[in-house]
Nanobody, 121 residues
């Protein structure tokens, strides 16, 4: 089994910063892409940022220049540094990873439980 555990969410004022972490654990052979998604009330889940195992990154236009995704492959952990936060960044943030687990032969998608980020104006 593979688990993704997020941490670092909370309440922050507009213009502030937060850092999210997500650690993958379990019977992991390899982790490919790791991503952060978010879902605001009444809206669809959207991709915020992604990073490949080689370090290539991509961002949603709405967060470019403010958010930075990074990872520590040795720890199977992905981070999301969020700066200059805006009220519209308020959402539940979910970690997602493509994982090859022991006893399997394909990469499967795994999700964390989500962490709430609230930005007050």
């Amino acid at each position: 089994q593979v688990q993704l555990v997020e941490s670092g969410g909370g309440l922050v004022q507009a213009g502030g910063s937060l850092r999210l972490s997500c650690a993958a654990s379990g019977s992991i052979i390899r982790v490919n892409a790791m991503n952060w998604y978010r879902q605001a009330p009444g809206k669809q889940r959207e991709l915020v940022a992604g990073i490949t195992s080689g370090g290539r990154t991509n961002y949603a236009d709405s967060v470019k220049g403010r958010f930075t995704i990074s990872r520590d492959n040795a720890k199977n952990t992905v981070y999301l540094q969020m700066n200059s936060l805006k009220p519209e960044d308020t959402a539940v943030y979910y970690c997602n990873a493509e994982v090859l687990a022991a006893g399997t032969f394909i990469f499967n998608d795994y999700w964390g439980q989500g962490t709430q980020v609230t930005v007050s104006s």
